[in-house]
């Protein structure tokens, strides 16, 4: 084809070779100007308008929108978690009133996907039965530990070193609230007497990381909740 074009080009008269050198070529040409990307892939006008762009860096703006996510992520992490501490706090003074025996015994609950059910206890048929219902009475109390169950199952997917990914079903039943509460609690009165004692505690201190808020200590607990991967065939 080369040496057909070349002989062309040669016997042509200089009119002819004239005209051939000021044509334009009619396929398309990949131009870059400033400020545009080299990863960007003009597509022909028989193609769709779109353009195929390989992303090697965030932009500023995708940067913005990630820590808008983030930000609107740990607002609702700090809102459930808030409401967790809350309503129980709440639903087991009523039941100190009612029945103040019944706290001294053994039990907890956790969220079981659909509601709240009591686990670990050793309470009769009847106290367990007027404990489950009193804790379900709680709509606010089931859409939160309900939510992080579900953050819990991110939380875990995100620091998965086997890129394994975790659902709310692997994190169902591992969320003990009275437990992680009354940790809580002891976190935020430790921090509370290291403020005022001004205790001056080294990085690697766990206690560096205790909060005052219970419900912050709450979340923290819940995030370092270890729950096991379920295989689904």
Do not use: C, W
């Not at 070529?25 to 597509?43: E, F, H, L, M, R």
């Not at 709509?139 to 620091?159: G, S, V």
């Amino acid at each position: 084809m080369k040496a057909i074009i070349s002989t062309s080009i040669l016997t042509s008269s200089p009119a002819q070779a004239q005209k051939i050198n000021s044509m334009e070529v009619s396929s398309p040409k990949k131009q870059y100007g400033a400020g545009t990307s080299n990863d960007t892939i003009a597509t022909s006008p028989h193609q769709n308008t779109a353009t195929i762009k390989k992303v090697t860096k965030p932009t500023i703006v995708e940067l913005k929108e990630g820590l808008i996510d983030l930000v609107s992520i740990e607002k609702e992490q700090q809102k459930y978690a808030s409401d967790m501490v809350s309503e129980t706090k709440r639903i087991l003074a009523e039941v100190a009133k009612e029945r103040p025996n019944l706290l001294n015994k053994k039990f907890d609950f956790t969220n079981t996907g659909d509601e709240i059910d009591i686990i670990d206890h050793n309470l009769t048929k009847r106290e367990y039965n007027y404990l489950k219902a009193r804790l379900n009475a709680s709509d606010k109390l089931i859409k939160a530990t309900d939510f992080l169950n579900i953050d819990l199952a991110r939380e875990k997917t995100q620091t998965s070193k086997n890129n394994e990914k975790y659902s709310k079903e692997d994190a169902i039943g591992r969320i003990h609230l009275r437990e992680i509460i009354e940790q809580a609690e002891k976190r935020s009165a430790e921090r509370i007497r290291i403020t005022e004692e001004n205790i001056i505690m080294k990085p690697y201190d766990t206690r560096a990381m205790f909060r005052k808020e219970v419900h912050l200590n709450a979340l923290d607990i819940v995030h370092n909740t270890n729950i096991r991967f379920n295989v689904k065939v």
